[in-house]
């Protein structure tokens, strides 16, 4: 699956110049840890290691989020959650999040959180996100982008 989170930080890396074992030293995480997110497997990060690398590297990760309220999105810089330990499935569900706005539309995405879904027990996406369950809605992302049967 094409993740253009773990792409733009290699480009960034090569660009340096920078090995695996620099960028690892620099941002005080294991080699493999950059190697497993070169290789798109985004789950096994933790999120203060992806924020490590891409602090290191000088990227900033942000994602947009749109109000309940219609109006303006706000970007959530995701250093602020450094300290929410053990959520890898938010990292997850913003990294696949990304990978969906590479192939629709700003206004079919958000129409796509905000819509129920039967997949979801008739809840939208949005409303699990609001409630914090993250992984469900990775899932069906997941599943949405690798032609799994939903």
């Known amino acids: 699956m094409f993740c253009a989170v773990a792409d733009e930080l290699k ?3 090569t660009r340096r110049n920078l090995s695996l074992g620099q960028l690892a030293r620099i941002a ?3 080699v493999g840890m950059i190697e497993r997110l070169e290789a798109h497997k985004i789950g096994a990060a933790r999120l203060s290691d992806l924020l490590a ?3 290191a590297l000088g990227v900033k990760l942000t994602v947009a989020v749109m109000p309940k309220a219609r109006g303006k999105s706000q970007l959530l810089d995701l250093a602020k959650m450094r300290s929410w330990r053990g959520k890898r499935a938010i ?3 913003f990294i696949l999040l990304v990978c969906l706005c590479q192939i629709t539309t700003p ?3 958000a129409a796509w959180l ?3 879904n039967p997949e979801l027990d008739g809840h939208s996406p949005a409303d699990l996100l609001d ?3 993250w992984k469900t809605v990775a899932g069906l992302i997941d599943d949405f982008l690798t032609g799994a049967p939903v």
């Open 11 to 13: 480009r960034k890396r």
């Open 28 to 30: 005080g995480v294991a």
């Open 53 to 55: 690398v891409a602090e």
């Open 91 to 93: 990292v997850r569900t």
């Open 107 to 109: 206004t079919a995405l």
């Open 114 to 116: 905000t819509q129920r």
């Open 131 to 133: 409630k914090g369950q």
